[in-house]
């Protein structure tokens, strides 16, 4: 049971490029979740989804898209990256009616 | 809209003694309260959350919280620390905005605890 996996662990992007960051998780979860941690703050809610085939805004989406073709799989596209993209992404899921999340270990992602 | 504070950026503590890491929030109805804790290059682990009942909630690693409705805090505590405890801890409320019937977290800016021998 792997819980929350996330890849690539680590990426370096120029500016312009796009990428794909790949959330996989094993629990049966319907709800997942895309945060950004950026330093000395908080995280930040860029996209949900409440179950396959259904995605929607968080708080700070803009450059960011998602899809949610299964249970198991939640990919954020970054299109056209910008240094304001630099961040550490964590993928989290959770459990209807259970409340707390499950994260994975992140994604540091440098935009240069 | 719903938001949690955390005054400290960081908190200094010898091994053996208590720690307090301190959350104040501020909500429309009745809070629902989490604390998590970050160890290096790692994801955010859940350690306990206040819905309803007792105000004193228990969580894993002998971690507590305590809910104070008038003083508006959720102070997380430890009656002896260890250095392994030493990490990044934050408090986050259930905000409704967002994440359909489920709700989604919104977090505080994270307080760095230092526990040294």
């Known amino acids: 049971n792997a819980g929350v996996t996330q890849t690539p662990k680590f990426r370096i992007l120029k500016i312009g490029q796009s990428m794909t960051l790949q959330c996989t998780q094993d629990m049966n979860h319907n709800y997942m979740y895309w945060y950004r941690q950026d330093p000395g703050m908080g995280l930040k809610l860029i996209y949900y989804s409440v179950g396959a085939g259904i995605t929607d805004k968080g708080e700070v989406p803009n450059g960011y898209n998602v899809s949610r073709s299964t249970t198991e799989d939640f990919p954020l596209r970054l299109e056209l990256a910008a240094p304001s993209q630099t961040s550490v992404y964590f993928c989290?899921?959770?459990?209807?009616?259970?409340?707390?999340?499950?994260f994975g270990p992140g994604t540091r992602l440098t935009v240069t | 809209a719903q938001s949690v504070a955390q005054p400290e950026d960081q908190v200094n503590v010898a091994e053996g003694n208590p720690l307090t890491v301190k959350c104040t929030y501020s909500?429309?109805?009745?809070?629902?309260l989490f604390w998590y804790v970050q160890y290096p290059n790692r994801g955010l682990q859940f350690l306990l959350k206040y819905i309803t009942g007792d105000n004193l909630v228990k969580g894993s690693y002998g971690f507590e919280a305590e809910f104070n409705k008038s003083q508006t805090s959720f102070h997380l505590k430890k009656p002896s620390a260890l250095v392994s405890d030493s990490a990044l801890y934050f408090c986050a409320v259930r905000d409704w905005n967002y994440g359909g019937s489920q709700g989604n977290l919104i977090f505080g800016k994270g307080t760095k605890l230092s526990v040294k021998p």
């Open positions: 989290a899921t959770q459990r209807q009616d259970v409340l707390e999340q499950y």
């Open positions: 909500v429309s109805g009745n809070p629902y």
